[in-house]
């Protein structure tokens, strides 16, 4: 089981920051916080209620900004420190049984009109892209994961149901390039990716730039270090230097990309931007090679030298 690091936890601090824009899409997110880690209350009177739990207080505090904006409810927060040896502290947010629970529970994607649990992804919650991806950044916050880049590439996201779990399964499979799976364990169904550049295109998609960043590097330093181990006479310094060197270049090429686009760049460089970017741990004779036509070392140097200047101006 993929434990709770710190890489995991700074990819949700990241997410909990982001506040969509758009009414659909802040719909969509709280739905799937809700969805993965809510539960229904019934009270005495048969009143439902909603109970959602954390661990992050980041994400308490989102779930009660949106229930407030979405449905001006106010929802009861409560700070539970629950172990002490561990120091794991929970948070919960309780929306009371009233009038609006049922509608709440219904437009959530929760219950029906006819008080049954939905089994699976209400549709109307990710018609469109950016529902789709704010939905997924939801279902993360609520029970996802993923190891930090120094161990294993491990990203997944737990659900309760075989139907929920299959649902959010074809949810990320929607967007290109994406292979997820599922698998049971215990009552649960997990669902999840296992490759690097996968889990990369999924932080993307969700907007956890920044986490993005540090898995990026970590996982040239991973592919500089089996370099090393298969180069018996490299020298520590030289490869300290090429290191470096390789996420300077992948810091340049994503500022580009983020200000401007590749496309704004003549063919020959854009064409080695997206091979760095596929290829972040490969050395430079090697993007040579995989260039068409392939050009040398000095050649890639280079080029290198112009896209560092293209990001120099655009740095502020
Ligand atoms: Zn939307």
Redesign the pocket.
Known sequence: MAKIDSFSAAVKAELARIY?D???????ELAAIARLDGTVTIGRNQGMGLYITTEYSAVARKVYRLLKDQFFIEGELTVKRQNRLKRRTLYHIRVASCQETPSLLWELGIMTPEKQILPGIKKELI??????S?YLRGAFLGSGSVSSPESDYHLEITASSEKLGKDLMALINRFPGFQAKISRRKQSYVVYLKESNQIADFLTLVGAHGSLLEFENSRVLKGMKNQVNRLVNCETANLEKTVEAALRQLDNIRLIEERVGLDSLSPPLSQLARLRLENPEINLKELGEMMRPPIGKSGINHRFRKIEEIAEGLRP
């Not at 758009?22 to 969509?28: I, N, P, T």
């Not at 018609?127 to 789709?132: F, I, L, S, V």
């Open positions: 969509p758009k009414d659909c899409c802040r719909m969509a018609k469109t892209k950016c529902c789709r704010s």
